[in-house]
């Protein structure tokens, strides 16, 4: 055992930890608290500060809660916040945050009100002229965009597809063509299905990338051509389990496709702002490649001068 490291490690935790107690964390507020995904050392120390201070924590499923605060050994008292009671429990919320209390709002794991109820609750609130404060940490979207290595400038976040077959390719069908890296989540009794629908909407060369377990012992993050992923998922049974975040390639910009008009963006966009930013916010707007668009940018601005 490094006991140096060991040692070094205990005094930078002891100096957060002493920062952390000079932090604020008002009454009356909404805490929307990130947890972990797999692995409990995800937990930040402002998430541990944050649900030891509440009084309540309004989560997903009381029972997997329970479990998260036994290991973290805290305990508080749980309210129930599913997608079926959101606005029931809102207002009990809502009543409890004018009273002065501090309130912590979970899902089961992972980043409230994405792709998990919360965000009604959280919209509540705000209405009610209350406080909402995020307490940042693990995301399975973000978490699979940073290792995924696919390198558009943008991501659409789908979520989960629909589970009938018409709808779910008539979603695919009409962002086949974004010029935004896709993600999507998927649960393991319809992984097999969702695959097979993309691989027949979207061009078999573009890369898909296919992380199931995030931070958990049996981490996979998977990455091959969509004309490669069903021999793939059918080669081992383990292909299949788990929770995952699909991620498709973003659609090839065809030679002048939406040029002009991206040309169009960029020449008022230049009159405002320095040549990268034009560039970059002409790249949000019409999907062509900042590269592209910086060195037709450069042209144009060498001319003028």
Not at 29 to 52: C, E, F, Q, W
Not at 77 to 92: G, Y
Not at 143 to 160: E, M, N, W, Y
């Amino acid at each position: 055992m490094d006991t140096s490291a060991n040692t070094d490690f205990t005094v930078r935790l002891t100096a957060l930890v002493g920062e952390l107690e000079r932090q604020s964390f008002p009454h009356g507020a909404l805490y929307v608290v990130a947890t972990p995904i797999g692995n409990m050392g995800d937990i930040s120390l402002r998430a541990l500060k944050t649900l030891s201070l509440c009084n309540v924590i309004a989560c997903e499923d009381t029972r997997m809660t329970g479990q998260l605060l036994a290991r973290l050994n805290i305990d508080k008292p749980l309210l129930s916040a599913h997608q079926h009671n959101e606005r029931e429990v809102a207002e009990k919320i809502i009543h409890r945050l004018q009273e002065g209390e501090r309130i912590a709002l979970v899902s089961d794991a992972g980043t409230p009100a994405i792709s998990d109820p919360g965000a009604r609750i959280v919209d509540a609130v705000i209405s009610a002229g209350l406080r909402v404060i995020p307490i940042a940490g693990a995301s399975a979207a973000v978490a699979a965009l940073s290792a995924s290595g696919l390198t558009a400038d943008q991501f659409h976040f789908v979520g989960f597809l629909p589970a009938r077959d018409k709808q779910r390719e008539a979603i695919l069908d009409s962002l086949k063509n974004s010029a935004a890296t896709l993600v999507f989540y998927e649960a393991p009794h319809r992984i097999a299905e969702t695959i097979a629908a993309m691989v027949r909407v979207f061009e078999p060369s573009r890369q898909i990338v296919i992380a199931r377990e995030l931070s958990k012992v049996f981490e996979q993050i998977h990455r091959c051509p969509l004309s490669e992923v069903t021999s793939w998922l059918s080669s081992d049974p383990n292909h299949q389990r788990g929770e995952f975040v699909i991620l498709i390639e973003a659609a090839a910009a065809k030679d002048d496709d939406g040029l002009d008009d991206a040309i169009r963006v960029l020449d008022i966009l230049l009159e405002e702002c320095s040549v990268s930013q034009a560039a970059a916010l002409t790249s949000r707007i019409t999907g062509v490649k900042k590269n592209q668009l910086y060195e037709i940018a450069l042209a144009r601005t060498s001319r003028s001068t």
